[in-house]
């Protein structure tokens, strides 16, 4: 089911940044453990970034470390900086409505979660 929406996916030259956000309709995504990930043809979903139910853990894929930042103070989303044309790809959000514990994961498993986003083209060119 596409119960969340991403939004903010474009087209940016290399170094340039994006804001992804991550909104859900008819539910709150507080307490609510959230996963990134990104696809480009061919290739399996990645995982990009996931914050945990409370915001405490934060996990970032060593492509984006340093670069890309995840909050939910203010809604959730993750600002994209310096990016470069690898990060070229469909990103998607997704969540799990029940976390067990105060945590979260970069393993991309389709039915580990409860909800996910239709996805946001990022094009990174020059």
């Known amino acids: 089911q596409l119960q969340l929406v991403e939004s903010g996916g474009g087209l940016v030259q290399p170094g340039g940044s994006l804001r992804l956000s991550c909104a859900a309709s008819g539910f709150t995504l507080d307490y609510k453990e959230i996963g990134w990930f990104r696809q480009v043809p061919g290739k399996e979903r990645e995982g990009v970034s996931c914050i945990s139910s409370s915001g405490k853990v934060t996990k970032y894929a060593d492509s984006v470390k340093g670069r890309f930042t995840l909050s939910r103070d203010n809604g959730m989303y993750m600002q994209m900086d310096s990016l470069l044309p690898e990060d070229t790809a469909v990103y998607y959000c997704?969540?799990?409505?029940?976390?067990?514990?105060?945590?979260?994961?970069?393993?991309?498993?389709?039915?580990?979660?409860?909800?996910w986003g239709q996805g946001t083209q990022v094009t990174v060119s020059s």
């Open positions: 997704a969540a799990v409505r029940t976390p067990l514990v105060d945590f979260c994961t970069l393993r991309f498993n389709r039915q580990r979660y409860d909800y």
